[in-house]
């Protein structure tokens, strides 16, 4: 429904990444995007604990007045994570660290880069479908041919193999 459109109809424009003619574009995705994942949130998580210590430390120096700073934990590290994938897939990389650590890129559908609202907007829709549909919706990428999940077909984005994407753009 959402993932494939037809070539033969006027009009209807067909995905730039196409999994029958490019298969090479979708090796080993899913797997590495849990490395990078886990990459991901240990980039987010050690500035924020840093943060909690430093208020911790303020708070004891303060005679627990610092404490107060915990009130702010939760909207920090909520604007610290979009501001992160915001940045980084946004970015001319189009990747997170952790997907140019294992090799991967974000592209809109149609083949176009990531821009900074697109890429917050997949972190929201990640973390929206992960927290109220289970963690089994990341099940889907099994299920279709360019190794989607639900929220990347929500906000219309397909991740590579940048590796062989890049191959594929460099003239010959």
Not at 138 to 158: C, W
Request: with cysteine; glycine share 10%.
């Amino acid at each position: 429904m959402f993932e494939e459109s037809r070539r033969d109809e006027p009009g209807v424009a067909a995905h730039a990444y196409d999994p029958v003619t490019q298969p090479e574009l979708f090796e080993g995705v899913l797997s590495r995007r849990v490395i990078a994942f886990l990459v991901d949130l240990f980039m987010i998580a050690v500035p924020l604990a840093l943060l909690a210590v430093f208020i911790l430390v303020f708070g004891v120096v303060t005679l627990g007045l610092g404490w107060f700073l915990f009130f702010l934990f939760t909207p920090i590290s909520v604007i610290w994570a979009l501001v992160y994938y915001g940045l980084t897939l946004g970015g001319s990389a189009c990747a997170t660290i952790g997907m140019r650590l294992v090799g991967l890129e974000m592209r809109t559908w149609y083949g176009g880069p990531m821009y900074f609202l697109l890429g917050a907007m997949h972190a929201v829709a990640f973390w929206l479908t992960v927290s109220l549909l289970t963690p089994f919706v990341l099940l889907v990428g099994l299920f279709n041919d360019r190794k989607r999940l639900l929220h990347d077909m929500l906000v219309g984005t397909v991740v590579i193999n940048a590796a062989r994407a890049g191959a594929l753009r460099r003239p010959l």
